[in-house]
């Protein structure tokens, strides 16, 4: 946990966020990594070229293209939000899981009525992944109220950096296993994971798709022993890779523009961090 707050404090030293898009293409990369766990097979540089210019990839299903603009929306609302220092309520919730699913959900008719996936609505069926079973749909409404009475407490409580960055992964963790949607339960426990960390001023964290199986892991395992420091270890393995990467990014730019500095011909195009 000590060498995860030095990267803290050595990525907060460059000021990144106040770099020129350097928080933009944090975003970016949030949105990239979040919507291919879940199958978006758009690549790093596809993903930049829709967000920044509504560029489509050519040959990839659309739905893939809606996946990644929503998230988007969903990250900069919730973003917005967590600068307001707005409190958590279940139609909140149901706001940014609507964001999320905006053009990828639809009208689900089941036995117990209809909802709307693309609106938010808490699933009325019952629903597993894997070898998980979530909760009886009946009890949703309940658990997402414990759920944000419970993270509501953390964030109007003065806690330390490292007791914010600790709740931002087990709020991640708590809702995900509520499994309150039909679909994007993992795109919104992320989501909710990065409010707590920017309302705590905290650098906003990623799970890396290539580290996909690992994550899902790490959550099996941490419901099987009911041992949290399981998903919290992970989430930190993450986070410290997080950091290295925007980090070296920096470091690297910054020695691309002593290369191309040249004595008496003043600077080059490379951007000064």
């Keep these: 946990m000590k060498d995860t707050f030095k990267l803290i404090e050595k990525y907060n030293s460059f000021n990144i966020k106040e770099s020129i898009d350097g928080e933009k293409y944090i975003h970016y990369s949030i949105v990239h990594h979040s919507t291919s766990i879940e199958g978006s097979s758009l690549t790093e540089e596809e993903t930049q070229l ?64 209809v909802y709307d996936s693309s609106k938010g609505d808490f699933r009325l069926q019952n629903v597993h992944a894997g070898v998980t079973r979530f909760a009886d749909y009946t009890k949703v409404p309940h658990l997402v109220d ?51 960390q920017h309302f705590h001023n905290l650098p906003l964290s990623n799970v890396f798709k290539e580290d996909k199986a690992d994550y899902y892991k790490a959550l099996v395992d941490t419901r099987a022993s009911q041992d949290m420091d399981v998903f919290r270890k992970f989430m930190l393995l993450q986070y410290s890779k997080m950091l290295n990467i925007e980090i070296d990014k920096v470091l690297s730019s910054q020695q691309e523009h002593v290369i191309k500095k040249k004595p008496g011909k003043g600077f080059g195009m490379s951007m000064m961090f």
Excluded: W
């Excluded at 964030?155 to 963790?173: K, M, R, V, Y």
């Design 146 to 196: 414990v759920f944000c009475n419970e993270l509501n407490s953390k964030l109007q409580a003065d806690i330390s950096e490292q007791e914010a960055l600790i709740t931002s992964f087990d709020a991640h963790f708590n809702l995900v296993s509520i499994h309150p949607f039909r679909d994007g339960n993992g795109r919104v426990s992320r989501l909710m994971m990065n409010y707590v």
């Design 50 to 113: 829709l967000l920044d210019d509504n560029v489509t990839a050519k040959g990839k299903p659309i739905e893939h293209h809606h996946m990644q603009l929503n998230h988007y929306q969903a990250l900069l609302f919730i973003i917005e939000k967590a600068s307001e220092k707005s409190l958590i309520t279940p139609s909140f919730l149901k706001e940014v899981a609507g964001k999320v699913m905006k053009d990828t959900g639809g009208i689900h008719n089941t036995i117990m009525g």
